[in-house]
């Protein structure tokens, strides 16, 4: 009896140091579609929607954090114009002084890297922003985690990165 009491007892152990564990990657949790302002992505129910000064919408968990940042053709005349490259080069002089670098395309959507230090928090993040162009603006969804973990999330921001899209451009 009491090997099966110690057998349940490990198995629960183990259970919750798995649950544990799934937790701490936000992206473990189940798949949630997000939309606002015409931009649908799919993160996880781990994320939460909410307001950063500067951004058209924001997500955040435990870990990481999205910004999404609309920039309509209104904006400025000839901007509907631009390839989605000309948007990409005017993107990263606009952050030259975050020594931004090319990032690998995903598919065909263009992307940067950079790094970021808040003081305020004592904390160096790594940023990729993926660049898109939809019927009525630019996008630019940057994903952010500590450097230090940024590889361990990289393949799933790449997976949130194509997931998102701009369904009312998509009518006919």
Same mark, same amino acid.
């Given at each position: 009896?009491?090997?099966? /009491? #110690?057998?349940?007892? $490990?198995?629960?152990?183990?259970?919750?140091?798995?649950? $544990?564990? #799934?937790?701490?990657?936000?992206? #473990?949790?189940?798949?949630?579609?997000?939309?606002?302002?015409?931009? !649908?992505?799919?993160?996880?129910?781990?994320?939460?929607?909410? #307001?950063?000064? %500067?951004?058209?919408?924001? *997500?955040? &968990?435990?870990?990481?954090?999205?910004?999404?940042?609309?920039?309509?053709?209104?904006?400025?005349?000839?901007?509907?114009?631009?390839?989605? =490259?000309? *948007?990409?080069?005017?993107?990263?002089? /606009?952050?030259? &002084?975050?020594?931004?670098?090319? %990032?690998? =395309?995903?598919?065909?959507?263009?992307?940067?890297?950079?790094?970021? +230090?808040?003081?305020?928090?004592?904390? !160096? +993040?790594? *940023?990729?922003? /993926?660049? +898109?162009?939809? %019927?009525?603006?630019?996008?630019?969804?940057?994903?952010? $985690?500590?450097?230090?973990?940024? =590889?361990? *999330?990289?393949?799933?921001?790449?997976?949130?990165?194509?997931?998102?899209?701009?369904?009312?451009?998509?009518?006919?």
């Amino acid at each position: 009896m009491k090997k099966i /009491a #110690s057998l349940f007892l $490990c198995a629960f152990l183990l259970l919750t140091a798995a649950g $544990c564990a #799934s937790h701490s990657n936000p992206f #473990s949790a189940e798949e949630k579609l997000f939309s606002s302002d015409g931009m !649908e992505i799919t993160l996880t129910k781990a994320f939460r929607k909410t #307001s950063v000064d %500067g951004y058209t919408v924001c *997500y955040d &968990s435990s870990k990481v954090a999205v910004f999404a940042l609309k920039e309509a053709f209104s904006l400025a005349e000839g901007l509907e114009e631009m390839t989605l =490259d000309d *948007y990409r080069e005017l993107v990263l002089q /606009a952050n030259e &002084s975050k020594n931004p670098q090319r %990032g690998e =395309d995903i598919d065909s959507i263009q992307t940067m890297v950079y790094n970021f +230090y808040n003081q305020e928090k004592n904390t !160096e +993040y790594r *940023y990729l922003s /993926a660049m +898109y162009k939809a %019927g009525d603006a630019f996008w630019l969804v940057q994903f952010a $985690c500590e450097k230090d973990v940024f =590889d361990e *999330y990289q393949p799933h921001f790449v997976e949130a990165a194509k997931s998102v899209a701009f369904p009312e451009n998509d009518k006919p």
